[in-house]
């Protein structure tokens, strides 16, 4: 399943993220994608929030990886640094992942093939200043179910549009 939404400021992707991370279960794992500045980090902060993460939560760019105590663990990867996919088994990329923490993975696109079945991708992109437009897809029932609740959830929040990023514009 795709659905698109969009936001219109920095806090109202910090929202969406926010309602994802309020219902998120152990053992998710989210894909965060789109280009340098999209709001990858903004949306993984607003998670933290909503899993009650109480520390503030800043990128893992330099660290790969950093875990976070809320509600369940968060795990927080960015993978943007990264030269080649074996490099994630220094990381213990899978090992984490079967962790049962809740894993957001900022460029987790560079390594399509190390990522499980079922996860959920969400896609950022630039369309002005303040406005960006989001691309959620499910790749298997777990992430569809978790993408519909949020999408549902999100609809009421300040500055979120739903529906196609394009006509959104
Ligand atoms: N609607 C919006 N949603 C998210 N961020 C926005 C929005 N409008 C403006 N911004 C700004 O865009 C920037 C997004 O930065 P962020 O670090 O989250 O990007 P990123 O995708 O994680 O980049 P990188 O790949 O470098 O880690 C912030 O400075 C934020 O204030
Ligand atoms: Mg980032």
């Known amino acids: 399943m ?12 910090r929202g969406v993220g926010r309602a994802l991370g309020e219902i ?13 500045g999209a ?16 520390e503030e939560v ?13 509600r369940v663990e968060l795990a927080h990867f960015d993978l943007y640094r990264l030269e ?17 923490a809740a894993c957001l993975v900022e460029w987790g696109d560079r390594f399509p093939g190390a990522l499980p079945p079922d996860v959920l991708t969400v896609s950022l992109s630039i369309t002005g200043d303040e406005t960006r437009g989001i691309d959620v897809a499910a790749s298997g029932p777990r992430s569809a179910e978790l993408a519909e609740a949020w999408v549902a959830t999100i609809a009421a929040l300040p500055g979120v549009e739903i529906g196609d990023a394009e006509e959104l514009g």
């Open 39 to 54: 709001g990858k980090t903004v949306l993984a902060k607003g998670v933290a929030e909503g899993l009650g993460v109480a």
């Open 84 to 100: 080649r996919e074996s490099e994630l088994e220094d990381i213990d990329f899978w090992g984490v992942l079967e962790s049962g």
């Open 2 to 13: 795709r659905r698109s939404f969009a936001t219109s400021s920095a806090e109202a992707t």
């Open 58 to 70: 800043t990128s893992p760019t330099f660290n790969i990886l950093l875990v976070h105590v809320g």
């Open 24 to 36: 998120v279960g152990a053992g998710a794992v989210v894909v965060l994608t789109g280009d340098l």
